[in-house]
């Protein structure tokens, strides 16, 4: 099996010198946006990082997806590794120079894989039941966490296409947004990267019908009432690295 990555397109930093050690096949992404107060956000992310605003505004994302192929670096797709549904509530953040996202929550419906990314990335994953399908182009979705609270983490939409495809114009919002190669977690006083490389983006703008989202009730309820900007992609092959302590 060639491991070997090709490096194509445009990175911000370079790689990290270690092989990657987990791939992953995003499909039907959706990004949904919308903008919070700087101050706001502020008060919701480790204060080891600096928040990541443009002009002058925070963001909120909600990204659902599913993921058709995912395996450890070395080894093939195992039965109850290689697929899942996948929902991502996260903002934007720097640390050392380095723009990447910070992640509040993360809910999945594989248990393993749960289990994993919270011990090995220390990140907030959440176990959760979902469906999602797709029928005449349109995508359902549907997550509800596996909480006592039924007034957090539930989440139900459909969406699709809406546009050509396009690649975000540099400096511009839609680059912002989606164009991000690492990501930022603290533990303790401690603070971690986790690198991951993909080809730029290819977008399309989006329609979608929201039906519930009690995804980031962390939040004023006001900021997410707004229509959202939407970006979809149709699918995206990633590469993940370890962890690294800054």
Known sequence: MNEELQITGHRPFPLPDKPWVMEQIWDDVLFEHWPVPEEIMEKHIPSQLTLDTYNGKAWIGIVPFWISRMRVRGLPPLPMMKSMNELNVRT???????????????????????????????????????????????????????????????????????????????????????????LWVTKGDNVFRGDIHHTKWQLHKASCSIHENTMASFLPGKYLLGEPILHYSPQKHAYFWPLTRE
């Open 92 to 182: 934007y953040v720097e640390y050392g120079g380095r723009k990447g996202v910070y992640f509040f929550s993360l809910d999945a419906d594989n248990f393993l894989a749960v289990t994993g990314a919270r011990i090995l990335y220390f990140l907030p994953y959440m176990n959760a039941d979902m469906q999602v399908y797709k029928a005449e182009g349109i995508i359902n979705y549907e997550s509800r966490r596996k909480n006592e609270n039924n007034e957090i983490g539930q989440f139900k939409a459909q969406y699709k296409p809406a546009s050509r495809p396009f690649n975000s114009q540099e400096g511009s919002l839609d680059e912002w947004l989606t164009e991000r190669y690492c």
